[in-house]
């Protein structure tokens, strides 16, 4: 066992020109190497060692050479060289916790070193370099691994949240904040209003007990030299009706104002959010899952709403703790700093709530959700349960759960009923105080008995704003980091559009790739120089082994990604200088798994086209061999399918799509396995339609059943991501290639299932 | 067709690992198939397969991880299963030492023997931690529900940002402190 105290830091990608930064035993392998360390051209640094620990390696690279150097309690030693020119090939794989970086060198392959998850990003570079560097080369540009990967912009330290550019510590506060107001531009007169809405209010406040004041010291006054006034007591008693019927209505307007500003404004940064989505590519969305995309638009905007309500409410306590303090100095300065005493006893006393109580009620909503779950599963599953007889075993399942919620429960009772007590006692002792220094300046005549009420009056008002207070940091810095992250999407850069783009009156629909290639990680290109070239009219089939990159081709040609390297060309024009819509116009598409949107059968076939005729979309309709079961259904046309409307079979939504697609009217038509999904009987009816639909336009079918390929003029067989075969069906079968052995396959498999072969 | 639905089992005395560096290569020894024999094998000829690199799966890692190990040629983009070995504690030494080496560096799985100190900062837990293969710094988002899973009673697997996961086979073991740490951030 080595000693292993000390913590594994980030490990430091070194880059050229900072060599000196490489540990000195390093230097002094390399040497031993006969390689100066100002000759490399690369320096990484993998933090487990080759025992499986967290460690040290190096990789390290000069033009010529590669090594990988162990370092191990302050000694280094050599574990691999490899000459560049002698490495075929190169390649990450991801293992569990951690990935590896092999080399290919004299077709053997070659496990270099292992690294952990934080530096997939870091050593898939490298990789990627040497892989293009034994293709193409030693003219490759050396990468910088450290690039792009999950750094913060401004400090470069890691990022732990990586659906946010910066770090925490680095958001620029005041940048931000100016932003903020700038976006709430059309706000600031209601803005305005409520800060004079909130002043008044304190003002208002303050008043109850300075009139207690004078009504003890100059109206009830017994005995002494002069007694009270007694005429000015209704007078008293009346304003402080009237003071208390402002309040309550500034209260209400105050309030009001607030909620409709922030929900006002809230709503408009939503609008701005989808607004600026709509225009990212669809590359941007793969990257970003849904959910998190739903959580920045619902969640974030959601609860910066709540948190300028309660940017509000601490600006209110402000003014109340300031006017407060201010009133209480300036009525008794002897009993002000008496005020002072509890004060601490209050701050501790609400960072306790939060350190003490919060995690005592998160642990019951997690008890709770994980009842919920349960009890989710049971439900869901309750066929499965019935049929395998498990009910006992989940009724023992939900009673450990339910033992956990109950003692959560329990704990979160036990710690508030311990809390509340000492908390107001901690409040009343501040009371005690005044009520003891105050009661001893009555006595000496230092001040009045109304100024000792009205001061503990104020005393009452001070330390609910003042705990309150205590949050505000917490507050201030979640509102920060939820308004970057929703200036980062908005900051997005949108899909990129054509500077100058090519008009053109019609697509004739003739398609050209051309040495394309292609990765959506551009460091694992998963199309490799496909070239092919579709005649106007005519059909192609696409096939080959599902993850061979049939999908990816056709989501090029909508130009949903841009190619790496090559160019895809519509009626000799590249697709890059078209205009979106007019690619977009042009090419129809009908996928795997068709989606309805909510509204009725009649605006999803018009999607494209919703100024579409009814003539035309019942027209279209009837194409797709979707007519005859619309008319069946009660509501016809005006069915409404999508999100909570009316359930149609996989088929039926296929032939949806179809029309759709029919009245779209594309001079080029994409079908994305469109029938694999469907029982035979149904792709019979959707074949009927889809041929309907090819007639004179250049179509590119993707297709798992390969009988469905049979009347295409030509089929193009892919392979990883490489053109393989292509040629007519009939050819291809007789050439007996990839085509053929795909199809023996299928005939196989088909008999297999007892259904007679294609 | 219908050997893809069958599962090979490997012998573990006709096989042998050998590892260079971090690369785990296989020597097979197979009979020879033949269709003159009447089980379709000629008894007594060995065919000798190599297999440059091999991966490792186990197929239980969390609940024994020496049992039922997939091996599969690396050599593959697909990596296709060579076989199962049921019980790997049986190979030769040598051979055995190379499949531990293998294992432990592929499945990085840090158990968590110590826990110095957990902070929450804005919807992320900042653990320091002693585990079985070094102490480890390491972030977690704040969401006990998606990146802490208990896979057996008191046993617990955490994800962190990256991905990487962490052990504490059982938490009842840790020391007073740690217990109190983990119990408090993990809402047990």
Known sequence: MRDSTQPVAIPAVVKPGFVAELPPSVTTTLQAEGVQPDALTLAVQSDLG????????????????????????????????????????????????????????????????????????????????????????????????????????VCGRSLV??????????????KLFRRLIELARPYWGKMGLIVILLVAGVLVDLLPPYLTRILIDDVLRVGGSAGGD???????????????LIRVLLTIVTNWSTINVSTRFTSHIRDQLFAHLKKLSVDYFDKNQVGRLMTRINQDTEELQGLVSQLTTFTLNIFLVIGIGVVLFSMAPSLGLYVLIPTPFVVAAAY??????????????????????????????????????????????????????????????????????????????????????????????????????????????????????????????????????????????????????????????RIEFDKVTFGYDPYYPVIRDVSFTVEPGEMIGIVGHSGAGKTTLVNLLCRFYEVTRGAIRIDGIDLRDLSMEEVRQQVGIVLQTPFLFHGTLAENIAYGRPDATRRAIIQAAKAANAHGFITQLPEGYDTIVGEGGAGLSGGERQRISIARAILHNPRILILDEATSSVDTDTERQIQEALNELVKGRTTIAIAHRLSTLYNANRIIVINRGKLEEQGPPKQLMDNKGSFYHLVQMQTQLASLDGVAAV | MTKAFEVVYLDPERITFERKGDTLSLTLQTDVASPDAPDGVLEGT???????????????????????????????????????????????????????????????????????????????????????????????????????????????????????????????????????????????
């Open chain 1, 50 to 153: 080759p025992d499986g620990r967290f460690g040290e390696q190096w990789l390290l690279m000069d033009p010529h050479d590669l090594w990988v150097i162990e370092r191990h309690n302050g000694t280094a030693n050599l574990r691999h060289k490899f000459p560049l020119d002698k490495i075929e090939d190169a390649k990450v794989e991801r293992c569990v916790g951690n990935g590896l970086m092999q080399v290919m060198v004299d077709q053997q392959p070659h496990v270099l070193l292992h690294y952990s998850n934080e530096l997939t990003d870091r050593f898939g570079r490298v990789a990627h370099y040497l892989h293009a560097r034994a293709e193409y080369g030693e003219d490759v540009p050396v990468p910088d691994p450290a690039a792009d990967s999950h750094t913060c912009l």
């Open chain 2, 46 to 188: 060995d065919n000798i397969i190599h297999y440059p690199r091999v991966a490792l799966r186990a197929c239980f890692p969390v609940s024994d991880s020496t049992e039922f190990l997939s091996v599969r040629d690396a050599t593959d983009e697909a990596i296709p299963e060579l076989g199962i070995i049921e019980d790997w504690s049986q190979l030769q030494p040598a051979s055995r030492d190379a499949v531990a080496a293998e294992l432990g560096l592929h499945y990085f799985v840090p158990k968590i023997i110590q826990v110095f100190s957990i902070k929450e900062e804005l919807g992320f837990l900042y653990w320091v931690a002693e585990t079985d293969k070094g102490r480890k710094e390491f972030v977690m988002r704040n969401s006990v529900i998606h990146y802490a899973r208990e896979v057996a009673p008191g046993h617990w697997l955490l994800i962190d940002v990256n991905e990487a996961r962490y052990e504490i086979p059982d938490v009842a073991v840790l020391d007073a402190h740690s217990q109190k740490l983990v119990q408090q951030f993990l809402y047990l």
């Open chain 1, 161 to 174: 949240d990586t659906s946010s550019k910066v770090c925490p510590n680095c958001i620029q506060r005041g």
């Open chain 1, 230 to 244: 007694p005429t000015l007591l209704p007078w008293l008693v009346g304003s402080l009706l009237g003071i208390q």
């Open chain 1, 352 to 509: 306790f709530y939060y350190r003490y109580m919060q995690p005592h009620f998160r642990r019951f909503w997690v008890a709770r959700w994980r009842l919920n779950a349960m009890l989710n599963t049971f439900l869901s599953g309750v066929r499965v349960v019935k049929a395998f007889a498990q009910e006992d075993e989940e009724e023992r399942r939900y009673h450990n759960r339910n033992v956990t919620l109950l003692n959560s429960r329990l704990q979160v009772d036990l710690a508030w009923s311990k809390f509340f007590p000492l908390i107001s006692f901690a409040f009343s002792a501040g009371g005690l105080i005044i009520w003891y220094a105050g009661g001893r300046a009555v006595l000496a005549d230092r001040i009045t008995l109304g100024t000792l009420m009205a001061f503990l009056s104020y005393l009452g008002m001070f330390y609910g704003p003042l705990s309150n207070l205590t949050h505000i940091s917490q507050a201030l810095n979640r509102f920060l980091t939820i308004s970057q992250r929703t200036f980062e999407l908005l900051d997005e850069t949108p899909e990129k559009q054509p500077v100058k783009p090519v008009r053109t009156a019609c697509l004739g629909g």
